[in-house]
């Protein structure tokens, strides 16, 4: 694998931080990397047109946003040859297949389902000898798998193998590799140490408020709310992110508040994690993973996308998280958790699966054996390797052919 290229999709930042995740693993391995909206193939203006459509109706109609999520998840057929959507996905298909030869990309990978329908498509009427993979930000299966038709599906644990295969996803395809995050969040800072390097008093307790890319609904009133009953021995950071509006709302009320803290942008969101006991947040995909890896206990809060929910339901029944559709409620219960050490310590418990070597890390050593024809199928008994440089793959997880 010498060039490989990520197809993202600007619908939130949970797929482009999926991307650059991948891409900072792969140029550390000395691949040329390169992460492309794959809508640009469409248009520069569809491009725009989806990214703010998506964000506006997130922000603003999100009834019609959960709306849409179900009933694609019941019609499958939406995404078919054909449709509409499909039609206006596939328009780019000439310019994608002329950047990509023109570029020389051996590698191709997606995190986002509607950009791997456009490279499904491709592949069948203007077909380039390249390795394909699906890389899923979310713990559930997207509508509109069933129109892609890729070599590899990297999905977020074993756990939801048989929900991908029921999506028409061939068993051998899947692999189990974790939603991929950026290498800093496997890096772990003692947590009496980030406190102190983000002056939280030393002996309180930290709840982090994460916004999300697109906000998280009533984040003034639950911040209100827990300035109001706070315990003397608890501070709050609130991310307001790229929310400018939000954040001078905020600095302006509690501008006299010694223990409520309010952050803009800020790219040390890992030190953040590594100070907090609790994060209430917005069940994105990434994120969620990105506190999980740092077995972080998370409350969430105003799930919108289907995606959304389902990510809520996986980390509430392995007990490293909590949710409610109170908004008062899920504050009162963040409290509470926070004064349970014992509690606190049950989901961190939860969460220590996520600690394994990082997800790019296999999809990298993946694709690498696709792309070699040092690698075949042997007996269904495992793959066997001529060089030791190659990791061993278990049985039955992927098929190889001589390339």
Wanted: with cysteine; glycine share 6%.
């Amino acid at each position: 694998m010498k060039k490989a290229l990520i197809l993202s999709c600007s619908t939130g930042q949970g797929h482009n931080s999926c991307a650059r995740a991948v891409k900072e693993y792969f140029d550390r391995k000395q691949v040329d990397c390169t992460v492309v909206d794959a809508f640009r193939f469409v248009s520069e203006k569809f491009a725009v047109f989806m990214g703010e459509g998506h964000s506006f109706m997130y922000r603003h109609i999100p009834g019609l946003f959960r709306w849409g999520y179900g009933y694609s998840k019941k019609h499958p057929a939406l995404f078919q040859e054909e449709t509409v959507i499909y039609k206006i996905l596939t328009a780019g298909s000439l310019r994608m297949y002329q950047y990509i030869a023109k570029e020389k990309f051996d590698t191709v990978i997606c995190t986002h389902v509607l950009s791997a329908i456009m490279l499904t498509h491709m592949q069948k009427t203007l077909p380039l000898a390249l390795k394909t993979a699906m890389v899923m930000t979310d713990y559930t299966c997207y509508p509109g798998m069933k129109a892609t038709d890729l070599q590899m599906y990297f999905i977020p644990n074993g756990s939801l193998t048989e929900e991908f295969v029921k999506c028409g996803i061939p068993r051998e395809k899947i692999s189990v590799a974790g939603i991929p995050v950026c290498r800093e969040f496997y890096k772990k800072i003692e947590k009496a140490d980030a406190k102190r390097l983000l002056n939280i008093q030393a002996g309180h307790r930290h709840l982090l408020v994460m916004c999300g890319s697109m906000g998280c609904g009533p984040i003034a009133m639950m911040v209100e709310r827990l300035y109001k009953n706070l315990p003397e021995d608890t501070e709050v950071s609130v991310i307001c992110g790229t929310n400018e509006r939000l954040q001078k709302k905020l600095e302006r009320k509690y501008r006299d508040a010694d223990q409520i803290h309010i952050v803009g942008y800020t790219k040390q969101m890992s030190l953040y994690m590594d100070s907090a006991d609790l994060c209430l947040m917005k069940p994105g995909g990434l994120s969620v993973t990105e506190a999980a890896v740092k077995k972080l206990p998370m409350a969430f809060i105003n799930a919108v996308a289907g995606c959304e929910q389902y990510n809520i339901e996986y980390f509430a029944k392995r007990g490293g998280a909590v949710s409610s559709d109170s908004p008062e409620e899920l504050t009162d219960q963040c409290i509470r958790l926070l004064q349970s050490e014992r509690k606190l310590k049950e989901m961190e418990k939860a969460l220590r699966e996520y600690r394994r070597a990082e997800g790019a890390r296999q999809i990298f050593e993946t694709m690498e054996l696709l792309n070699t024809a040092k690698i075949y199928w042997k007996d269904t008994a495992y793959v066997e390797r001529e060089s030791d440089r190659l990791p061993q793959v278990p049985a039955g997880q992927i098929k190889y052919t001589r390339v």
